[in-house]
């Protein structure tokens, strides 16, 4: 029997250290306790776990699946444990042995949800690949609604759009052989998807690097035709209909109105697949440093995207991680797929040398020749912590020779909470005359910047990626980066870290840096060996491979995982919530089809026309006598409505005609007997009516809605109390306040 001494308080205190550590996301550092630990007590099964998981967190899945089989051997009979152990065979493509782990957790626990779902999702995966090959032709939709929306009011790209365009172009020109590619884009002002050309998007990449004029006459021909589609109808159904499909949108797609009804009219309509990718989750993770609306705005977006996708993209594992944990907020264990592909890639657009005079030339417009400075490039905001910046050069101003203090350029557009950095510089007329505020440059003399800075810094509190970091390295130049986030992934061996946020420790950085020529030359040599950049061609390869090993078999889908709880009162419109949640979610994935107009804090307007709700039921719900509660809000106008009930996609109810008098808001109740999983309410307001002059054609307003058991009063007291004047009502007359409907029960 293996026995071993009982561990001292060194090596207990290492544990925690480790613990903490992990907890911190600090995973290399972890994983060195962590092994000291097991050195001197190989037998804690639990920290063997937790080596695991840091090895995994790190991308070392082998070495990960070895420390969890090391702990089997002292915990053999622990559910959760083979359940990781099938999570790391499923990461090494060894679904076979992935199955048989997964197998082994439930049999030891019944209950273990997670193992009885990754069995399904294997299950069904291998039995496709051992299926006959069934001839589908493997196609990808770029949806490039956002990237249509930026060029129409900036021309130059930016990071998420240079990841955008050159992928995309990539898979056109040379990766045909994967798959087929076709664009698409939402017209908002026609309401409907159009289907465009490959030679539309090889004539917009050319037209947005080539200048920076919105106005220019060939570029407004390009934008021009994104209003039309380029693809028959009839051909664009039939590759949507007969091929394996995957809808991939490389944008942003948070601010897009109603994005997710959109997206779900494709997939109901066809069956594809969904691939976004997530860039990061900044507003989530750094409220304090974003705007309110839009912390409101991603957090919703956010919570419905959890029940949307097949999977997902990003560009770091710190931001996978983050993703994950986010995710894991709105819907518990729900284990999103989502994968990291390092955006490490080589700016370098080989100039020639007259371009390079040329933009040696250009930069004497920014500062003299023979300038010596340090160059920053970030968004004027609080998230890039300019203001610590701005303090290490006032106490370097304070303590050395100005003349021997190199120019700090700050370049970057104004951005939100800049106000303290802005006051502190004001404030200090001898620190203006050595920071440069500048808000934007060519891509030419953005190069030579970078080229002829002394060195770079980067000193954001958080970031998805950290593409400066990126440009610093391809044009030879070494970086100073804080040490957080995914910024140690984008700096890698090539970078000099300081702590985040320490002042201290950024001023010593900076004096030697400054101040040691030899030390800076030398880090400059080491970074120049250990810089691994790829370029756009073997990255845009990377996203293809991942977006088309994600398969639906894979998918979280929002009927998979989605019931409504009975009793509870949702309200249909936007939230001011700042983190995202399951409440955040259900205004969009109850609300179906296309005829809704956007979200707003009251409420939604429908548009004219029949605008449908889908309900999810819990289980508890089928067979049982229900009451559903709904609440309008009027329009400048009296406005009939017909609502109709329905389950199964079958009508059940007879049309309920109501007049909703104008700016009235009207609650009804239905009671009626379920029979099925998902209730469908169906609201036709007819023409509808303009809310004024050049403003929208709107149906009727919707503020909330509650399902619940007939026979549950408490319930319908919960509803109502969110509405003072009803309540007084109800207090008055009982249930003669409300509007009721009683369907008779149907076989």
């Known amino acids: 029997m293996m026995t071993t001494a009982t561990p001292d308080d060194a090596i207990l205190r290492l544990r925690a250290e480790g613990d903490q550590l992990r907890d911190n996301r600090r995973w290399a550092e972890a994983r060195w306790c962590y092994s000291t630990y097991l050195a001197s007590v190989p037998d804690d099964w639990a920290i063997h776990i937790q080596l695991g998981h840091c090895l995994k967190e790190e991308g070392a899945i082998a070495e990960g699946l070895a420390a969890y089989q090391q702990a089997l051997v002292y915990a053999p009979t622990d559910s959760d444990l083979h359940l990781q152990i099938g999570h790391a065979l499923k990461l090494l493509d060894q679904k076979e042995d992935a199955l048989v782990a997964y197998r082994q957790a439930l049999l030891l626990d019944p209950h273990n949800d997670n193992a009885q779902l990754e069995i399904g999702i294997l299950e069904t995966i291998l039995s496709q690949q051992h299926a006959p090959a069934v001839t589908r032709q493997k196609c990808i939709l770029f949806d490039i609604t956002d990237l249509i929306q930026y060029m129409r009011e900036w021309r130059v790209p930016t990071g998420i759009?240079?990841?955008?365009?050159?992928?995309?172009?990539?898979?056109?020109?040379?990766?045909?052989?994967?798959?087929?590619?076709?664009?698409?884009?939402?017209?908002?002002?026609?309401?409907?998807w159009i289907p465009l050309n490959e030679s539309f998007f090889l004539e917009l990449y050319l037209a947005a690097g080539s200048g920076d004029d919105l106005n220019e006459e060939d570029f407004a021909n390009v934008l021009e035709l994104a209003k039309t589609p380029q693809i028959s109808e009839e051909k664009f159904d039939f590759i949507l209909k007969d091929n394996d499909v995957t809808l991939v949108n490389l944008g942003t797609s948070w601010w897009i109105e109603n994005y997710?009804?959109?997206?779900?009219?494709?997939?109901?309509?066809?069956?594809?697949?969904?691939?976004?990718?997530?860039?990061?989750?900044?507003?989530?993770m750094t409220p304090e440093h974003c705007a309110q609306r839009l912390v409101e705005d991603f957090s919703q977006w956010f919570s419905t995207l959890v029940f949307e996708i097949d999977g997902?993209?990003?560009?770091?594992?710190?931001?996978?991680?983050?993703?994950?944990?986010?995710?894991?907020?709105?819907?518990?264990?729900?284990?999103?797929?989502?994968?990291?592909?390092?955006?490490?890639?080589?700016?370098?657009?080989?100039?020639?040398?007259?371009?390079?005079?040329?933009?040696?030339?250009?930069?004497?417009?920014?500062?003299?020749?023979?300038?010596?400075?340090?160059?920053?490039?970030?968004?004027l905001e609080s998230r890039k912590n300019h203001l610590l910046l701005f303090?290490?050069?006032?106490?370097?101003?304070?303590?050395?020779?100005?003349?021997?203090?190199?120019t700090l350029i700050c370049l970057g557009k104004a951005g939100w909470l800049f106000d303290e950095a802005a006051e502190f510089l004001r404030a200090r007329p001898a620190l203006n005359e050595k920071i440069m505020l500048i808000s934007s440059v060519t891509d030419d003399a953005l190069e030579s910047l970078y080229r002829q800075s002394m060195f770079t810094i980067f000193n954001s509190f958080y970031e998805g990626w950290g593409l400066p970091v990126t440009e610093s390295l391809s044009f030879g130049t070494l970086p100073l980066v804080?040490?957080?986030?995914?910024?140690?992934?984008?700096?890698?061996?090539?970078?000099?870290?300081?702590?985040?946020?320490?002042l201290d420790d950024l001023i010593c950085k900076l004096e030697m840096l400054i101040f040691d020529d030899a030390k800076r030359q030398e880090l400059q040599r080491e970074a120049s060996g250990n810089v691994k950049l790829r370029d756009w061609q073997a990255i845009a390869k990377e996203f293809l491979d991942r977006i088309l090993q994600i398969d639906s078999s894979a998918s979280r889908r929002q009927e998979t995982h989605f019931r409504i709880s009975l009793g509870q009162p949702i309200h249909l419109g936007k939230s001011e919530a700042l983190s995202p949640s399951i409440d955040l979610a259900l205004p969009n994935l109850l609300r179906d089809g296309l005829n809704w107009h956007r979200l707003e804090h009251w409420g939604c307007w429908t548009q004219p026309g029949i605008a449908t709700l889908r309900l999810p039921l819990p289980d508890d719900a089928l067979g049982k006598d229900l009451l559903l509660f709904l609440r309008f809000r009027g329009t400048a106008e009296d406005t009939p409505i017909n609502i109709v009930l329905g389950m199964d996609e079958t009508r059940f109810s007879e049309p309920t005609r109501r007049v909703i008098g104008h700016g009235i808001r009207h609650t009804?109740?239905?009671?009626?007997?379920?029979?099925?999983?998902?209730?469908?309410?169906?609201?036709?307001?007819?023409?509808?009516?303009?809310?004024?002059?050049?403003?929208?054609?709107?149906?009727?307003?919707?503020?909330?809605?509650?399902?619940?058991?007939?026979?549950?009063?408490?319930?319908?007291q919960r509803f109502?109390?969110?509405?003072?004047?009803?309540?007084e009502r109800f207090h008055q007359e009982g249930r003669a306040a409300l509007d009721r409907v009683e369907i008779p029960t149907t076989t």
């Open 312 to 379: 997902a993209v990003t560009n770091s594992r710190w931001s996978a991680m983050d993703i994950r944990h986010l995710a894991n907020e709105v819907w518990p264990d729900i284990d999103l797929p989502v994968f990291p592909i390092a955006l490490n890639c080589n700016m370098q657009r080989h100039l020639s040398d007259q371009n390079a005079i040329a933009n040696s030339v250009s930069l004497q417009y920014i500062l003299p020749p023979g300038s010596v400075f340090v160059l920053f490039v970030g968004t």
């Open 161 to 192: 759009q240079r990841v955008q365009i050159n992928v995309i172009y990539y898979a056109m020109t040379a990766f045909d052989d994967l798959a087929k590619y076709h664009i698409i884009h939402f017209d908002q002002t026609i309401g409907s």
């Open 668 to 716: 009804m109740s239905f009671q009626f007997r379920s029979f099925s999983r998902v209730l469908s309410i169906a609201i036709d307001a007819g023409p509808g009516s303009s809310l004024g002059p050049g403003d929208r054609d709107v149906g009727i307003g919707i503020t909330h809605l509650m399902l619940c058991h007939a026979d549950d009063a408490g319930a319908e």
């Open 482 to 502: 804080a040490c957080n986030t995914s910024l140690a992934e984008a700096g890698g061996r090539a970078a000099v870290y300081f702590r985040d946020n320490d």
């Open 391 to 406: 303090k290490a050069w006032d106490l370097l101003l304070q303590k050395y020779d100005p003349a021997k203090l190199p």
């Open 260 to 284: 997710f009804l959109k997206i779900r009219h494709l997939r109901q309509k066809y069956a594809i697949r969904y691939v976004p990718m997530i860039h990061d989750a900044i507003p989530l």
């Open 720 to 727: 109502i109390f969110n509405f003072p004047e009803l309540l």
